[in-house]
């Protein structure tokens, strides 16, 4: 007979001195990456923006109490979001390859990647980053 074995975490949080206690399953979420919209602003003069926000998968709201590093990997630029998760890199048109790195792991194999091809001149690139969720 095979005996199943079911592995409960009992966590606590303090919170601005509340405690928050869960006795659950772990659950891991994959993440996943939109591309909103692709247009195009004269105003950028020949440079192209690549913006847009970093979300939770679960609920599609920023993190509050974690940053994330944003870069372009041919070109090293690193920036990190805002409080709302939003970023926003200005760029030359071209292909670029982004690398979107949450600071609750800072391990590169939780590293999310999104290769834009063909970046024109005045092209605006909205993205979502849906981050990838442990829930214990």
Do not use: W
């Not at 004269?42 to 913006?51: P, R």
């Not at 982004?98 to 092209?123: F, G, H, M, T, W």
Request: charged content about 20%.
């Amino acid at each position: 007979m095979k005996a199943i074995l079911k592995i409960t975490v009992l966590s606590a949080v303090i919170i601005c001195g509340l405690t928050f206690i869960s006795c659950s399953p772990i659950v891991n979420t994959p993440g996943r990456i939109e591309i909103v919209s692709r247009t195009i602003d004269h105003s950028l003069q020949d440079s192209a923006v690549i913006h847009g926000y970093l979300l939770s998968v679960l609920d599609e709201r920023p993190f509050f109490f974690h940053r994330a590093e944003i870069s372009i990997v041919e070109t090293g630029f690193t920036t990190q979001d805002s409080d709302s998760g939003y970023f926003s890199i200005k760029i030359l048109p071209g292909t670029y390859t982004i690398k979107v790195l949450d600071d609750r792991y800072l391990r590169i194999e939780n590293a999310q990647y999104l290769r834009v091809s063909d970046v024109l001149p005045n092209e605006k690139i909205k993205v979502i980053f849906f981050r990838p969720e442990t829930c214990f």
